[in-house]
């Protein structure tokens, strides 16, 4: 079946450094996404990236569709990033959005 | 706009119990879907409606119901709630227009005892 692996599971930092979060799917994609779940528990869209790159301030994504990955870069970290990014996929031929999520990254920034 | 919303925030039932989660949103989308996210994992999907007046079971729909109501509105009830159900519930929403870009809504936390 359709599978999303991302790497590192758990990344604990100090403020100010830089971070990279990978994510491997298994299909050709037509969507995916990047999530910030905060430590209240709010799902926060980050980037919609089926392809190419992406940035944000301090964030920015970039997706190799035809190498089935995705990066995402958290520059100058802050407390405030703390909590877990999900990258998810809609997999080429899945019909009406449906999205597998990976297992997530948990990122601690500690000041 | 609000986006999308979800009513309760937190429930507790007693095994048996039934109850229906609410949820709503004002983008226009077509799509909505249900998911499900148990600690230390992602989230899966239990059931999904492309467009109003059609409903579809995703990864683990066992032991629930969808019901969309309107094109606002797509409620999840669970009949004979189980201590498995005990979980994070989050409803979202996208549209073809916006390349199926999903958006969710801040979940409802289900305790079954």
């Known amino acids: 079946g359709i599978q999303v692996e991302q790497s590192p599971p758990d990344l604990i930092l100090q403020e100010g450094a830089n971070s990279t979060l990978r994510c491997n799917f298994s299909d050709s994609v037509n969507n995916l996404q990047w999530f910030h779940q905060n430590p209240w528990g709010q799902l926060i869209n980050l980037f919609y990236i089926p392809s190419g790159t992406k940035q944000n301030g301090r964030l920015s994504a970039t997706t190799v569709a035809t190498e089935r990955y995705s990066l995402l870069y958290i520059s100058s970290s802050q407390t405030t990033d703390s909590g877990v990014y999900f990258c998810?996929?809609?997999?080429?031929?899945?019909?009406?959005?449906?999205?597998?999520f990976g297992q997530g990254t948990i990122l601690t920034v500690h000041p | 706009n609000a986006g999308v919303t979800q009513t309760p925030k937190f429930q507790v039932l007693k095994t048996g119990q039934s109850m229906t989660l609410q949820c709503a949103q004002d983008m226009n989308h077509n799509s909505m879907y249900w998911y499900r996210q148990d600690p230390g994992m992602g989230l899966r999907l239990i059931y999904y409606?492309?467009?109003?007046?059609?409903?579809d079971k995703g990864e683990v729909p066992n032991g629930y119901n969808v019901s969309r109501l309107n094109k606002r509105e797509f409620s999840l009830r669970l009949e004979s709630a189980a201590p498995s159900q005990t979980s994070v519930y989050f409803c979202a929403s996208s549209d073809v227009t916006r390349g199926y870009e999903q958006y969710f809504g801040p979940g409802t936390r289900l305790t079954v005892t």
């Open positions: 409606s492309a467009s109003e007046g059609t409903t």
């Open positions: 998810a996929f809609r997999a080429g031929g899945t019909s009406y959005g449906k999205l597998t």
